[in-house]
Nanobody, 124 residues
Framework: QVQLVESGGGLVQAGGSLRLSCVAS????????RGWFRQAPGKEREFVAA????????YYGDSVKGRFTIFRDSTKNAVHLHMNNLEPEDTAIYYC?????????????????WGQGTQVTVTS
């Protein structure tokens, strides 16, 4: 079993920045993809970003391209999501995830492990 612990959510004004972090209890073959998803009230869970632990290739949802950056810290088995130029539409609960889904990094059902979620609220 793998536990994912998120941190870094909060309240910020539009145009501001936040960094989310996700630390995994261990790394296995089933956690080679690390991703972030978000869910706003009344909406479906949305893919935000993902990174391959081996190689470091990163991928982004269309709504966050150019504003968000995902990167990994091998020394801490952590993945961070740096969010710039935040908009009120970014308000949601953000979840980190880990899985071995290969090219299916944008599909939530390809992830085996999920964090508890952290709230991000962007005010106008």
């Amino acid at each position: 079993q793998v536990q994912l612990v998120e941190s870094g959510g909060g309240l910020v004004q539009a145009g501001g920045s936040l960094r989310l972090s996700c630390v995994a209890s261990r790394r296995t073959f089933s956690t080679v993809n690390r991703g972030w998803f978000r869910q706003a009230p009344g909406k479906e869970r949305e893919f935000v970003a993902a990174i391959r632990w081996i190689g470091g290739n990163s991928y982004y949802g269309d709504s966050v391209k150019g504003r968000f950056t995902i990167f990994r810290d091998s020394t801490k088995n952590a993945v961070h999501l740096h969010m710039n130029n935040l908009e009120p539409e970014d308000t949601a609960i953000y979840y980190c995830a880990a899985g071995a889904g290969g090219d299916q990094y944008a599909r939530s059902d390809s992830y085996n492990y999920w964090g508890q979620g952290t709230q991000v609220t962007v005010t106008s």
